[in-house]
């Protein structure tokens, strides 16, 4: 997995870097040729900002929706996930990472890319049942000691004193 993702961090920023000169070559080349290529992909990080607002809102109400209406929002969560890892790749220069962006963004292409992620998830996690002790008591049943407070606030002469005062005269008496 390290290799992988060491492979990624390497590859993919020089792969941006060749797309960023071949479409600078397909406009024009030279400095003429960067400059366009330059605002194409201003203009395409404007367009996945308007995306990413769109997307983000319809998200976020579908989550609010399923909430407000007592259901668990797994795949409206997975939806906003979704739209932010896409928002993720659209602020990052380059075509390739842009294209990966609006495909976290299109939600014809949300669906197939969410059984992909949950069949990935299913192979690599595996649970397993347990009958572990969680620390929690149940005092009405055990044979934990209860410590009952021998004077509280409601027992205390001045309401001022607090139960550290109390302790303070208990131990002192």
Known sequence: MFLLLLLLFIAVPVIEVWLILEVAQL????????????VVL???????ALLVRHHGRSAWSEL???INAGRIPGNEAVNGGFVLIGATFLLLPGFLSDFAG???LIPVTRKPMAGWMFSFLRRRITVFP????????DFAYS?????RPESGPANSSSAGETDLDLEKQHLSE
């Open 102 to 104: 609006v495909l976290f």
């Open 143 to 147: 044979d934990q000691p209860r410590r």
């Open 130 to 137: 347990t009958n572990a002790d969680s620390g929690m008591r």
């Open 64 to 66: 609010r929706g399923a």
């Open 42 to 48: 201003v203009v395409d990080s404007l367009i996945g």
């Open 27 to 38: 406009l024009g080349g030279g400095s003429r040729g960067l400059g366009l290529t330059l």
